[in-house]
């Protein structure tokens, strides 16, 4: 079975400050997918990135940046110089190769940026 | 273009009732799926459509809840006799097929079971 870690439950940075939120997957497959998602005030979860398990290449869009290092099973999301708008709650997830494609979540890190 | 549409926005029932609730995917996506987020659940998958091949089911919670996709597009979740413990937010999204496709969501259904 798969399962997402986000062991943050709540940040709180002032704006402008840098913030990193964690995630940790497990899982025995060798091919998988894994994603992050946001969660605004609003409700609608807006998708940010997806990494396939065969491309260990760090990504950066803007402020964002994510480290995907398969040694320690982990893909965390870097937010550079914070900003209001980005408070929200973030989710990481899970999927595996065609025909199994359902996201395993983890419980979410709620991000609360102070102006 | 259009993004997933969910209806109703919310719903407030009684227990006992059955609901339905309706998901309108992105246009050309074949993959439809029926998440559920709830308090003490956070998000969990419920079921999955992909294309015409049988639907992955493995999530639903009990035989109350089922779901069916017409025509590859619209689908219907379906709860009958509603339990309290099924107050949640009904989440629909779709994808184009292929394994590292993201899922691009609805806003939900709210569902309050009284």
């Known amino acids: 079975a798969q399962k997402v870690t986000q062991a943050q439950t709540e940040i709180s940075v002032v704006e402008k400050e840098d913030v990193t939120l964690d995630c940790v997957y497990e899982t025995r497959d060798t091919t998988y997918y894994l994603f992050w998602y946001k969660q605004p005030p609003s409700g609608e979860l807006v998708f940010l990135i997806r990494r396939n398990s065969f491309d260990e290449q760090n990504e950066i869009s803007g402020r964002y940046s994510w480290n995907f290092q398969k040694s320690t099973s982990s893909f965390n999301f870097t937010i550079t110089a914070s900003q209001v708008v980005d408070s929200a709650v973030y989710f990481c997830?899970?999927?595996?190769?065609?025909?199994?494609?359902?996201?395993?979540f983890g419980t979410g890190t709620r991000l609360t940026i102070i102006p | 273009g259009a993004g997933v549409s969910q209806s109703p926005s919310n719903k407030v029932t009684e227990k006992g009732k059955d609901v339905e609730l309706r998901c309108d995917p992105i246009s050309g996506h074949t993959a439809l799926y029926w998440y559920r987020q709830s308090l003490g659940q956070g998000l969990e998958f419920l079921i999955y459509f992909q294309g015409n091949s049988a639907p992955d089911k493995s999530g639903l919670p009990s035989d109350r809840f089922s779901a069916e996709r017409t025509g590859g597009s619209v689908s219907t979740l379906t709860i009958q006799r509603t339990q309290q413990e099924d107050s949640a937010v009904y989440l629909c999204?779709?994808?184009?097929?292929?394994?590292?496709?993201?899922?691009?969501f609805g806003d939900g259904t709210r569902l309050s079971i009284l």
């Open positions: 999204a779709s994808s184009l097929t292929g394994s590292n496709q993201p899922q691009h």
């Open positions: 997830a899970l999927s595996l190769g065609f025909g199994n494609e359902k996201l395993t």
